[in-house]
């Protein structure tokens, strides 16, 4: 935790992926992780100036507190019915598996350029 807490803002794309790679790992943990990332995500493309501003420092710092905080996710118990709430936009996908009012687990996903043209019904 401590690690996390003092990481410093990244520099460049590759310390930006570094980053990312960490979060993403324990991105079924911390809601609206796609929401938070993407102006991260996006200075990792190529042909994109890396031009660091406040979107990026907030999201950045979002990330770092989501994943110091313990997670409220709860373990599945099996007994009872399982829901799966599922959206979908032109910026991404998220879904969110619940076992009565407890959340078990988060789920998004970025959609890629060529996705972003499917209507919302095709995705």
């Given at each position: 935790v401590e690690a996390v807490k003092n990481w410093v803002s990244p520099t460049t794309p590759i310390k930006i992926r570094q980053f990312l790679g960490l979060a993403g790992y324990y991105r079924r943990f911390i809601k609206d992780f796609l929401k938070i990332a993407k102006s991260l995500t996006e200075l990792t493309q190529k042909n994109k100036n890396y031009i660091?501003?406040?979107?990026?420092?907030?999201?950045?710092?979002?990330?770092?507190?989501?994943?110091?905080?313990?997670?409220?996710l709860a373990l599945p118990e099996g007994n009872d019915d399982f829901v799966v709430y599922c959206d979908?936009?032109?910026?991404?996908?998220?879904?969110?598996l619940m076992e009565i009012?407890?959340?078990?687990?988060?789920?998004?996903?970025?959609?890629?350029?060529?996705?972003?043209?499917y209507t919302t019904h095709d995705l």
């Open positions: 660091w501003e406040e979107d990026q420092e907030l999201a950045f710092q979002l990330l770092k507190q989501k994943l110091c905080e313990a997670p409220i979908a936009s032109h910026q991404g996908l998220g879904a969110v009012e407890k959340v078990i687990a988060y789920a998004s996903q970025q959609l890629k350029p060529n996705e972003e043209n």
